[in-house]
């Protein structure tokens, strides 16, 4: 079972801050936090946002936007939403500044913690 399943159908509410080295950014937080109608995704790593043809992409512009997939391979979480945009996460080694990468906290059932190699 995909343990990032409780994230699929969410729809963005908010973005408090942008991801952490995200290009273009001007903020020096160290983390950023993603409001959804189910809950919370804290991401403390490197992220980018990007449409499927590899344009960087607003984070304004996905505020309203439904969550489509999830997944992580061994260097990086995606999470996809409507219309083929991709959230990337890095789970690289290198970029990160504590033990999670992210945190998913639900309104309701387990919190998601987002490791290299391990989703707990």
């Given at each position: 079972m995909n343990k990032l399943t409780p994230i699929i159908g969410?729809?963005?509410?908010s973005?408090?801050?942008?991801?952490?080295?995200?290009?273009g950014s001007s903020s020096d937080m160290e983390e950023a936090h993603l409001e959804f109608d189910t809950g919370n995704l804290a991401i403390y790593?490197?992220?980018?946002?990007?449409?499927?043809?590899?344009l960087t992409v607003e984070?304004?512009?996905i505020i309203g936007g439904q969550v489509t997939?999830?997944?992580a391979s061994s260097d990086e979480l995606a999470i996809v939403f409507a219309g083929r945009i991709y959230?990337?996460?890095?789970?690289?080694?290198e970029?990160?500044?504590?033990?999670?990468?992210?945190?998913?906290?639900?309104?309701?059932?387990?919190?998601?913690v987002m490791r290299s190699g391990n989703l707990a």
């Open positions: 969410a729809q963005l509410v973005v408090t801050t942008p991801c952490p080295n995200f290009p790593n490197p992220c980018t946002l990007q449409c499927d043809s590899g984070f304004n512009s997939d999830a997944f959230l990337k996460i890095s789970l690289k080694e970029d990160f500044i504590q033990a999670e990468a992210a945190v998913y906290r639900p309104k309701s059932g387990p919190i998601i």
